[in-house]
Every structure is written in structure tokens, then in C-alpha cells.
């Protein structure tokens, strides 16, 4: 039997719900593999930060950097600034350990209610809706270089620094021109805004452009992320891989999941793909405190990344049972939370899903 020791950050809001929901059923996938999941509590967050002023220790890389895996819930409370909470806690890992691959599946599952309604009044079919964003993790938008200058005066100015580097941008572009290479359709469309953002966006596009020539089967081109977002609107079967920046990425995943149903059903994998360092698993959604504490929350965003997590950590039989598992509750429709028209709640989607773990054994996500 092979271990893994997972580090878990339940975090703030509903991610103590949608993880502790979401632990045996990944516990159960793994067992049938031959695989044991040894996860390890850490009790940072807000909470953490109104104690000590911090989201997690000073000390608190270290003490993640020998765990094979990190599994994170959600960030942020009400009453502490976004900032303090994603600069805090989630930033720091992705950049401290290279994580710069943010892996985000966005795909229409079978017997949800569409939300595109289609041209012509038909509804979009789901194989018709089936991306995955790449989106740059470790730099870009996110860097957090700038400051607020003359504060309180009419004058008052805000700078914030974007740092586009071309190894940076060479490196995300080289793994989702792999991932493309991968898949059935081979499709690649990289989001730019080189239109106005002439020195970074022009790099991107030029390195991008210098990655493909290493992948001639690739058919690619570059979208203003403007028009791109209209797309995946109103075109959403001619997208498959999406590259994009740090900003770009988050924005134009957040609207790939709500065109799916829900921004809980999406799964994230903050990757750092030479594996000098764990990488870490999350839903895509926030710790939305309308609806912490209710049991309502959607698990399946958390229970998808958790077998991107199992396919990471080289069990791809556990995560495949998690996978089919998701789409077998979801295709059957009687158990869904609120959100997605359902009466269930966070607990009951998550043990409907341990309940298919037995016979989606084997299943392969479709590419
Ligand atoms: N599931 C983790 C979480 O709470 N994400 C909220 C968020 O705002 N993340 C920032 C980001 O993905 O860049």
C-alpha cells in the first residue's frame, strides 16, 4: 500500500464544511486503490489571523514543504480584508513553491439544467462545453509590487506592478501546449491584451508564439481576453485549452464554472510540475459566508479537486472513481445542493458520491 501525507487547510466559511465532507470520500477512492491518505490538520485562516496577526505561522512554509500534497478548503471572512486573507495564505504558497501551473477544468456535466441557453434556443449539449483553463500561478497581475501614495489627498494614486517574465511565461505556455497535445481535440487559445497592454502582453504573445512552434499538431491562435470571455459564450464548442495570465485565468475560469451551473462544482490544482515542492489542491470558490454554517455548500468542487490531487500523487484509478463518481450523481440528479436546483445538503452530495465509488471504478475522464 503506498502513503501520502496530505497537509489540510480547511481554511474559512464553508471550507471546513466542503472538506470534512470531502476527506472520507477521498479516504474510501484511495483505499480501493491500494492507496492511504495520512492527512494533517492546520488550524490557519482568519481565525488564525485575529489571534496572531497572521494566516498561518511565520514559520508556516516550512512546515508544509515536506508533505507530498497540500489540500486547502477556502479563505475569507466578512470582516477581514480579501487581501489580508489571499495574500495571507493562499499567494504565498502558490508562489513560495512554484506552483505556477493553476490547473481548472471547466466542463458542462450531463443532467445539469443548461445555463446557455444555444443558438437557435437549443441547448448547448454538454460535450460541447468541455475547457480546461492554464492559467500563470506565480507571477503576472499577482506579483503584488506597488503602493498607495498621498493617501486621504485628492491626489491620492495607487500603483500596482505587473511582473511578466518570459521564463515565467515560457513555462506555462510550454505545460498547456502539452495538455493540448494530450487531448482529443488539440485546440489552444492563449488570452492577451496586447492591444493596450503593449510590453507585457506583447512578451506573452511573443512566447507563445515561440512555445508552439514545438507543437505543430497544435492548432492555436491569440484571443483579446475581452473577446475570448465572449466566446465562451457564445461559442463554447470551439474552445478546449485556455492559456492565460495570473488575472486573466481567475476571471475567465470564475465564468467558465457559473456557465457550468455553479462555481461549486469547480476544481483547481495549483501545480508546480517539476515537483520540487508540494502543490496544492482547492475548489475554485471562496468561503461564501451567506452560506457557511448551513450545510449547504456544494462538495463536488472540493471532492474534483481532490482526485486531481489522487491523479497528481500517481493514483489515477482512485481519482478516476472519484471523477465518475461526481458525474454519476450529477447525471442521476436526486441528490444536488440548492444551488443547482437540488434539496440536499453538503453532506448528503458528498456520501452519494462514496456510495459510486464502487462501481466507477476505471472510468477515464473524457479528454
Ligand atoms: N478555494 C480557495 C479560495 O478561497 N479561493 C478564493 C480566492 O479568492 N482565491 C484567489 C485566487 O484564486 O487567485
Redesign the pocket.
Known amino acids: 500500500m503506498s502513503r501520502h501525507r496530505v497537509a489540510v487547510l480547511a ?3 464553508i ?1 471546513p464544511e466542503v472538506v470534512e465532507a470531502s476527506l472520507p470520500v477521498l479516504d474510501e477512492a484511495a483505499g480501493l486503490e491500494g492507496v492511504r491518505l495520512e492527512w494533517v490538520h492546520f488550524p490557519w485562516g482568519c481565525d488564525h489571523w485575529q489571534e496572531t496577526g497572521r494566516m498561518m505561522p511565520a514559520d508556516g512554509l516550512d512546515l508544509l514543504r515536506p508533505f507530498d500534497a497540500i489540500f ?5 471572512r466578512p470582516d477581514v480584508p ?1 487581501h489580508v ?2 495574500r495571507g495564505l ?2 504565498p504558497i ?1 508562489q513560495a513553491f512554484h506552483q505556477y501551473v ?1 490547473l481548472r477544468p471547466m466542463e458542462l456535466l450531463s443532467g445539469l439544467p443548461p445555463v446557455l441557453a444555444g443558438r437557435g434556443g437549443a441547448p448547448f449539449p454538454p460535450e460541447s462545453f468541455r475547457m480546461v483553463c492554464v492559467r500563470e500561478n506565480s507571477e503576472g497581475e ?1 506579483v503584488g509590487a506597488g503602493g498607495r501614495f498621498d493617501q486621504g489627498s485628492p491626489d491620492e494614486r495607487a500603483e500596482q506592478l505587473s511582473v511578466f517574465t518570459r521564463r515565467g511565461i515560457e513555462r506555462v505556455a510550454r505545460y498547456a501546449f502539452h495538455l493540448a497535445d494530450r487531448r482529443s481535440r488539440r485546440l489552444l487559445a492563449s488570452a492577451t491584451k496586447s492591444n493596450a497592454w503593449q510590453h507585457a502582453m506583447v512578451l506573452w504573445d511573443e512566447v507563445v508564439e515561440e512555445v508552439a512552434q514545438d507543437f505543430p499538431r497544435v492548432t492555436w491562435r491569440p484571443y483579446h481576453v475581452d473577446a475570448l470571455a465572449a466566446r465562451m459564450v457564445s461559442h463554447p464548442e470551439s474552445l478546449d485549452v485556455i492559456l492565460a495570465s ?1 488575472l486573466f485565468g ?1 476571471i475567465l475560469s470564475d465564468l467558465g464554472a457559473a456557465l457550468t451551473g455553479s462555481l461549486g462544482l469547480a476544481p ?1 490544482a495549483n501545480l508546480n510540475p517539476e515537483r520540487s515542492y508540494p502543490s496544492m489542491f ?6 461564501a459566508p451567506d452560506i457557511a454554517g448551513r450545510g449547504i455548500a456544494n462538495p463536488i ?1 472540493t471532492l474534483w479537486a481532490g482526485a486531481l490531487m489522487l491523479e497528481h500523487l500517481g493514483a489515477p484509478g482512485a481519482a478516476a472513481r472519484v471523477e465518475g463518481a461526481i458525474r454519476a450523481v450529477v447525471a442521476e440528479g436526486a441528490t444536488l445542493t440548492p444551488e443547482l436546483g437540488g434539496r440536499a445538503g453538503t453532506v448528503e452530495v458528498a456520501e452519494a458520491v462514496r456510495l459510486r465509488l464502487g462501481d466507477a471504478g476505471g472510468a477515464p475522464p473524457p479528454s
Open positions: 481554511g474559512d466559511g471550507g486547502l478548503g477556502a479563505v475569507g480579501d486573507s489571499v493562499i499567494l502558490r493553476n499577482y495570473n481567475d483547481g482547492e475548489p475554485i470558490h471562496g468561503s468542487g
